[in-house]
Structure formats: structure tokens, C-alpha cells
């Protein structure tokens, strides 16, 4: 076995530590002796780091054993990792809506809040009704805000990597806008900014649709259709925070915007208006030939788009989301389009986490925050060596 | 310092011979000295290792110093990084022609080699034209084959991992091809496979108009366009391969392919007829209205397609390829284009390597091949650890 020796005592405490919570984590409780066995760190060095962790409160022994273990006198002590000891938040901060998912440490899920907004709210009352709606979900989990430990975030717009909305057309004021730093006052813990479509993405990835597949492509549908990418598992930004912004690819075909291209009448819908693209899909079901024939043209399109993604990156899974009703029509068409011409098709699911999908997404983006910072043994380590 | 200690002692061998490889090949001829000074290892070791590079033939004592060295009595002997003991191949297998691309260990380029070859060869024709090739370049720079160590191909299609033509439209016989495989006969060394795009994309990189950039989409314009992509300076492949293969987009707007958009008649053009392309392409500078029409027409649809890539991936650069003529009459359009629908729009430039951007690339992951054999000492390490 190769061994680390010398170096800093303080990385090397912190590289055990964070080699005994993984292990914690990853099984039920364990006793000295079995952290010893599956760590390879030897008595001493655990106790100690038990002792640090039990201190920090990420640790907690675990309740007395079964009866079995009960009747042998006195059982070894067991301990757990404590993911009760903090909390984590993902926050959907849409047009119509703010969504709250609190979770603890381990990522399991505590509660699921939704606050319905008015798509035309200026700047500040927007962001006073995220704060209103954090601080009621708190209360009703009964959860304190000193336990957060990280906030993760989901909006519209490209998103640069300090938290700032380079551009947004989906809500008043919000090109431009420092949100991670106007939403970090409200919190001692960081605040982590991610495009919705790309938060999405990452939601589905960890607990919807996209389980299992590494290479996707999450399509936010809508007026304003964005996607967001994983490739080998890993958020695909782009160089300037803005891939998957396929929005503008309809204006390349002149005058075929989505908002025309839906529109049973002769004037456009408007972009932002999700009940009348609702009635559009649901006239057309009922069998009206304007809805029928704008449901097709705006399907069209949407196919075009996806088409492009799916050539431009080649992903395994293409998941639809983003509207509640209409997108099991686009289903089908956009297989049988992919299948067509793409030269090798990928598969295409329905988004399985719906309108949780960006909170999802942005609550593991504070998750994988907190994963960094406490089980992180493998780049910890490599960075030694460096 | 943070030292490896015990493990497998052939492997500590390995890593130490790269670490000292590495410094010699970052600079000028060292002392063992100063090679002592410049990898931290111990003078016994540094003396062991450049022992056993001297006699692998990846290090020679370099020629004798300068007069002001030879002044002062007996100099300290310098070694070199022994580039000239090995050789790489580069080579394009095209539809119109085949290029060799011969070069040393250390990448420096010794030769360059163009066959033109018809369009329409069966495969083993066009397999024999690549060996011939091969064998006249060889002999032309005097280089032996037994010194090759790598030989990177690019050609058309989708290529797997194990060298494999999945689909290529390009040349006859091609899909399903086990091009890595039948290659692999005439080498000892191993050969590596790669789509065309993701070569040239490779190429510009490396030695093009991509140095410095590394989120990039390398466009190999063409009546079937393709595409390759860096992402963060590697290779963005997709999972089946066909990331980039754009060539299919224009199908969706139906009648849409180059070959009838760029047709001055009522008849497409044949699709791999470049010369016929150069024409329209000339006659449209001449002020021909119906070539100008053409040409606006398949602009417009390459612009698209572009565009479509930019969207889903945001690159800082698009590099345009693939073509001899025409494609300066494309930058200023697709700049245009891109300026007006990308939310961040990348800059444009046209390929520095022209016609051998493809071979450069092919050459380049040969040299990468190398480069992980001989120096790639962080992840030697960093595995220790796993």
C-alpha cells in the first residue's frame, strides 16, 4: 500500500476525515473496528477523527444496537454520519413560480414549497417573495436557518460563474442582476447560481429521467425553448455560460417564432403566456383545425431545435420538459424526427421530476457543493501530489 | 515535501523516468545537476534513470558545450530529450485525397505528403493508395518504419472507440469499415482512429487558428457539413461518436440540401463534386445572378447550421474549414449571423491549416498518444492513490 507521509498535518487530518465520512455514508453504522477495517487508517487515527467529527456534529453514535447485540452485555459503539445536523436548499426562481426543496446533509428530501408569482413582478418584489417563500418553508419544516449549509439556485438566463444574470429576456429585470450576491445577503451560507435549464438537467439526472445516463440533453420546452447538457456526467456550461440557448435558433427562419407558430389567430401569443399555449394544445386535441395546424407548425420547430441539439452534441437521452401538459404530443414526433436524421439517435423521455425538475437540480448543485467540501478524498489527495 | 513511499517499485520507476523526460523535453540540454534541482528527485536516482532512458534511446548526451563551458576545463555532461529516436505518422484518408504528415517524438514536423485519389475508389483500392502512401513518404524522408511509435488517421464518418467506421456517406464502402484494424496491418505501432472534424479541430488547436482557445467547434464546410469540438481543450465526441455531424440538419427543411441550394439549374449538384462547387463559387464573384442567388441560398443554410452548433455548445472561437475557395466569402455572413442570434456570440476565424488541418490533427493524436506514454506523470501518480 502506498502511503502518504510528511506534508501538512492539517491535510492530512482533513483527508482522514473526510475518508471515515465517507465510509460512514456510504453503509449504516459502524464501530471503531469496522471504520479501522474498511478505511485502512489504524485505531488511533479513527478514534481521533471520530472524536473531531462527533465535535463538528457530523457525526452522532448511533441509537443502541438490536436486541442481539443487546444481550451480549455491553455492545460496541456505533456511529453514524449525523446528515440531520444541516440543511440544504434548492430554489426555482421562475416566472411563474418559486419553488423551495429543502433537504438535509444526505440529500434526502424534507419538503417541497411552491409560490405562485406574477410573470410581470419587478426586480424586488420578485426577490422579496423568494425571501418570503425560504423563510415560510423553513417554518413549515421547522427547520433553522443557521443549519443551511448551502442554497443552490435555478433561473432563466445565462449565468455567469460569480452569480450574475448576463442575460435574461424571461423576467423584468433580469438582465444584469448580481443574484447571487443580492440573494446572499439572506443567508450566512453560499449561494449557488445555475441557468433553470441546466439546473434541470442536473435534476434529472440524480433522481428523474436521466438516472443512469451521463450524456444528456434536458429540453426546457416552451415559448422560449432553452436546454441545458451533461457530458460524462458533468454540467456543460460553455465558454460563456450561454450553451443550450437554442431560443434564437427560430429566429434564423424568419418570422417562425413560437409565439406566430402557435398562434391560432393572426396575431402572435404572447411569449410568456403559458395558460394560452395550454388552450392552443387542448383545442387541438378536441380536434380544431387552427389549433390542430398551429400545434403542428409549433411541434415542428421544436423538433427542428431538438434535431439540432441532439446533432451538435450527440447526447444517450434527450429528456422534454418544462410545461406541464402538451409535451406528450412532442414525444413521439420528435422520435420519430431523431430517428429520421440523426445518425444515431438518441432516446427521448418525458421529464419524470416535472415542475420540480429545476429545484431539483438546484438543490444537488447544493449538494455536490457540500460533497466537495466534505467527502472530496480523491482530489484532495491527487492535489498533494501536484 | 509529500513523498511516495513503498508501492510497486516499477511503477515508482515509471513515474520518476517521466518526471525526468518531462524536464528535459521542457527545456534546453541539462546537467544531471541541474536535473536534480529541477525534479526534486535524488542525485542516485536522476543518475539511475537517465541511465536507463540512454539506453532505451529516448535520451543522448547532448554535443559538447559552448566555448565558454569547454573554458573552464572538463564540462559537466548535458542530455536531451532524444526526440529523433522515434517517429509519429499524421495522415488524412480523404475523399479527394490522402496526406501524410511525418514528424519526430517531440512533434517537430519532417515532412508533408499529398496523393490526390479519386472519388469513387472501392475500399481496398483506396486502403492500397493510403499504404503506398505511407511507404513513399517514408522513404522520401528517409525515415524507417521500425522507428514509427504512433499513427494518428483522420477520415469522414462516425468512428468508434475501437477504430471502426460506424456511417460514412463520404466514400464508397466506408461504413462499417474496421479502418483502425485493416491499418493496423501494416504497423507494429498502434493506430488511432478519429472522424475528420474532430482531427482538424485537434489541428487547429495544436498548430491553427484555435491556439489558446479551448472551448472550440471546428466547421469542415462542405455540401455535407461536419463539425468537431473541444470542450475545455479535449475532444467532445458525444456517446455514440456523431457529435457534430450536422450534415443531416438541412434535411429538416425539406429539399434544403447544399446540393440543390448552391445548383445553378434545376438539377442538385452531385454531392461530392467540389470542383463543381469552385465553379459556382467563382461565377458568383464574377457577378453571375444566378450563381449569386446560389450562393446566398447555401450560405444562408451553412450560417444556420453554424449558428445551430454555436447555440447548443458556446465556444469562445468557430473555426471554418474544410474548403480551398469560397469560405472567406462565409466568415463575414456567419459573423454577421452569429452576432445577431447568439446570446453570446463566438468569434469566427477561417482555418490556418487548410488542407492540412485533418492530417495535422491525426498527427497530434499520435503525439498525444506518446505524450501519455512518456510523460504523463500526474496521472501515473494520481492513480496511485485510487
Known amino acids: 500500500m502506498v502511503r502518504l507521509t510528511g506534508g501538512d498535518p492539517s491535510l492530512l487530518r482533513r483527508i482522514n476525515s473526510a475518508v471515515v465520512l465517507h465510509a460512514l455514508r456510504g453503509s449504516g453504522p459502524l464501530t471503531l473496528t469496522e471504520l479501522t477495517r474498511s478505511t485502512g487508517l489504524s485505531r488511533p487515527t479513527v478514534e481521533g477523527v471520530v472524536e473531531g467529527l462527533m465535535e463538528s456534529g457530523l457525526v452522532v453514535e448511533a441509537a443502541a444496537g438490536s436486541a442481539d447485540a443487546r444481550k451480549q452485555g455491553r455492545p460496541a459503539r456505533r456511529f453514524r454520519f449525523h446528515a440531520e445536523s444541516g440543511h440544504l436548499l434548492g430554489v426555482e426562481i421562475g416566472v411563474h413560480q418559486v419553488r423551495v426543496l429543502l433537504a438535509d446533509l444526505g440529500g434526502r428530501m424534507l419538503g417541497s414549497y411552491c409560490y405562485p408569482v406574477d410573470e410581470l413582478l419587478d426586480v424586488d418584489t420578485r426577490l422579496e417573495r423568494v425571501r418570503a417563500g425560504v423563510a415560510e418553508s423553513l417554518r ?71 438516472r443512469g445516463n451521463d450524456d444528456v440533453v434536458f429540453v426546457m420546452a416552451g415559448l422560449s425553448p432553452g436546454a441545458g447538457s451533461l457530458i460524462g456526467g458533468r454540467l456543460h456550461r460553455g465558454f460563456g455560460g450561454a450553451a443550450g440557448e437554442i431560443g434564437a435558433l427560430h429566429l434564423l427562419g424568419r418570422e417562425a417564432t413560437p409565439e406566430r407558430l402557435l398562434s391560432t389567430t393572426d396575431r402572435p401569443l404572447d411569449p410568456l403566456d403559458e395558460v394560452a399555449v395550454t388552450r392552443v394544445f387542448s383545442l387541438a386535441r378536441e380536434g380544431d383545425a387552427r ?61 419524470a421530476l416535472g415542475e420540480e425538475a429545476v429545484a431539483t437540480g438546484a438543490l444537488r448543485l447544493a449538494l455536490d457543493h457540500v460533497e466537495e467540501q466534505l467527502f472530496a478524498v480523491d482530489r484532495t489527495a491527487a492535489a498533494v501530489l501536484r
Chains 1, 2 share one sequence.
Do not use: Q
Request: proline share 5%; glycine share 10%; hydrophobic share 50%.
Open 140 to 210: 413549515r419544516a421547522e427547520v433553522a436557518r443557521s443549519t443551511l449549509w448551502a442554497v443552490g439556485v435555478g433561473s432563466p438566463g445565462i449565468v455567469e460563474a460569480n452569480g450574475r444574470v448576463g442575460l435574461s429576456t424571461a423576467m423584468p429585470g433580469w438582465t444584469g442582476l448580481a443574484l447571487g450576491e443580492r440573494l446572499g445577503r439572506s443567508f450566512k451560507c453560499p449561494v449557488l447560481v445555475e441557468n433553470d435549464a441546466n439546473a434541470a438537467a442536473l435534476g434529472e439526472h440524480w433522481l428523474g429521467a436521466a
Open 291 to 351: 389549433a390542430t395546424e398551429a400545434v403542428r407548425r409549433f411541434l415542428r420547430r421544436l423538433v427542428h431545435d431538438v434535431a439540432a441539439l441532439a446533432l451538435a452534441l450527440d447526447p444517450e437521452l434527450v429528456v422534454l420538459g418544462g410545461w406541464a401538459t402538451g409535451l406528450d404530443d412532442v414525444v413521439e414526433p420528435l422520435r420519430d424526427a431523431l430517428a429520421r436524421y440523426c445518425l444515431r439517435p438518441p432516446r427521448v423521455a418525458l421529464s
